[in-house]
């Protein structure tokens, strides 16, 4: 399975971006699909995944409230919307799937995309 992220760009606090995350085939409804973000510097970090089959969303708590997940079934792809930005949030995003079921841990994920830059300006 191949995962094309898009969406990243460069915005103000308190502004808003909306990440996509397309896959190459079929999402199966045991897979998990997650964002992830890697600040320079910085680990990768968990943002915020979704069941594919039920809709179950699950968030970091650095964007809950802000963030929203969610998933078009029928484009097999996701999306992150990111509202009220803040210059923390500036990083890689990464979408990711795992078949194996919810998990906030990046090594549990089998598939990536290559990421896309979202930098907020103060």
């Known amino acids: 399975v191949q995962l094309q992220a898009s969406g990243g760009g460069l915005v103000q606090a308190g502004g808003s971006l909306r990440l996509s995350c397309t896959a190459s085939?079929?999402?199966?409804?045991?897979?998990?699909m997650g964002w992830f973000r890697q600040a320079p510097g910085k680990e990768r970090d968990f943002v915020a995944a979704?069941?594919?089959?039920?809709?179950?969303?699950y968030y970091a708590d650095s964007v809950k409230g802000r963030f929203t997940i969610s998933r078009d079934s029928a484009k097999n792809t996701v999306y992150l919307q990111m509202n009220s930005l803040k210059p923390e949030d500036t990083a890689v995003y990464y979408c990711?799937?795992?078949?194996?079921?919810?998990?906030?841990?990046?090594?549990?994920?089998?598939?990536w995309g290559q990421g896309t830059l979202v930098t907020v300006s103060s």
């Open positions: 990711a799937a795992d078949r194996n079921g919810l998990s906030f841990k990046d090594y549990d994920y089998d598939y």
């Open positions: 085939r079929r999402t199966f409804s045991s897979t998990v």
């Open positions: 979704i069941r594919w089959g039920v809709g179950n969303t």
